[in-house]
């Protein structure tokens, strides 16, 4: 929707993790030069760690972008959630294998034939685990077993494993000792800085052909930051709204005012008051009328917040009836032709009776 208002090629701030709109802050950059430190090793675990939305994912995916293919598989797997069988199921249907109605025995054979097969093609075999801190300690070990397929020179899987903050402290656990000593790098992905957050903005608005419409003042780019902490989901997210909004106010030009104003409408969205219905007691006249005023006012503040909520449904529908209605081609009005009123002309005569 905005994106036509403002003459944008496609949505700059989706959520959907795109390596086209990949942007090389500093720690990105450094994370990407681990993994392609670990492609160039071929072997080990390399692990890479971040916070929600930091961008493991694209991170990954524009590596996958640089890579040759005629060199490597690669496989990435995000269902992290299961127990050790069901991840290896999920780990040949990331291969293209066959892996319904089989015994993990036949999984592991089919994973190591295939294995095998990509090396004799000169190939190697690249898994990525992506949500890495849902894994149990019996699916990481199971993970780690993988790694014992190799020839007489090299292991025939190299795997990378992804996940928030929480995962290093599985690392640290005493069963997870083998699987430490096979990690060949390891890297956090921290948030970016304010000058980061703004240069980030602007690239994924060059990325989809930006004229400086609509424009950011400083105080505008300061108070994403001071919201988001350089988180580049939340940016996404928040700039998704700002140009919603400022599609729907037909702006042009964003300060720290229209910036906070979406911010508070994102607080009083995700921020309803729980109200927990009490049977009042009688005997306490006083406390039973300072409840009711209490739930009145919680009342009150829900139906405000509910009127600006429709409003805003209404102002998106009013937009879209616009679009819509610009969108359709003027047709010529026809022209009537004239009603031809048909009038007897003829006398009328009155026969006498004849006596």
Not at 58 to 68: A, D, G
Not at 311 to 327: A, D, R, T
Request: net charge neutral; proline share 4%; hydrophobic share 35%.
């Amino acid at each position: 929707m905005y994106s036509s208002y403002y003459n944008l090629k496609a949505k700059p701030f989706q959520l959907k993790p795109d390596p086209d709109f990949f942007f090389g802050s500093t720690g990105h950059k450094r994370a990407m030069a681990y993994l392609e430190y670990g492609i160039a090793q071929e072997e080990g675990f390399i692990i890479i760690t971040g916070e929600v939305g930091a961008g493991k994912t694209t991170l990954v995916r524009n590596l996958f972008k640089k890579m040759e293919s005629d060199k490597i598989v690669a496989a990435q797997i995000a269902n992290t959630g299961l127990n050790s069988d069901d991840t290896l199921r999920i780990v040949a249907a990331a291969f293209g294998l066959p892996y319904e109605n089989l015994s993990k025995a036949g999984l592991l054979i089919g994973i190591e034939k295939f294995l095998h097969q990509c090396d004799q093609n000169g190939k190697r075999a690249l898994l990525v685990v992506d949500e890495a801190q849902n894994l149990s300690t019996h699916t990481v070990e199971e993970l780690r077993m993988l790694s014992n397929y190799q020839t007489d020179k090299k292991p025939l899987l190299q795997t990378f494993l992804l996940g928030q903050p929480e995962f290093r402290k599985t690392l640290l656990g005493e069963d997870m000792l083998q699987l430490r000593q096979r990690v060949a790098a390891t890297y956090h992905l921290g948030p970016m800085d304010s000058s980061e957050t703004k240069s980030y903005i602007e690239h994924r608005l060059n990325t989809t052909g930006w004229n400086n419409d609509p424009s950011f003042t400083q105080d505008a780019f300061a108070a994403i930051y001071n919201y988001t902490g350089g988180i580049p989901r939340k940016i996404n997210t928040l700039c998704e709204r700002i140009l919603l909004m400022g599609c729907l106010e037909e702006l042009h030009s964003f300060s720290d005012a229209e910036v906070n104003a979406v911010i508070h409408d994102i607080q009083q969205e995700y921020d309803m008051p729980i109200i927990e219905l009490e049977i009042p007691d009688v005997s306490d006249t006083t406390s039973n009328i300072s409840e009711k005023k209490e739930a009145g006012s919680e009342l009150r503040k829900m139906d405000d917040r509910l009127i600006k909520m429709e409003s805003s449904i209404s102002s998106v529908l009013e937009l879209l009836q616009k679009v819509l209605s610009s969108s359709k081609v003027k047709k010529k009005p026809q022209k009537r032709k004239p009603r031809i009123m048909k009038f007897n002309t003829r006398p009328h005569i009155k026969q006498r009776s004849q006596g």
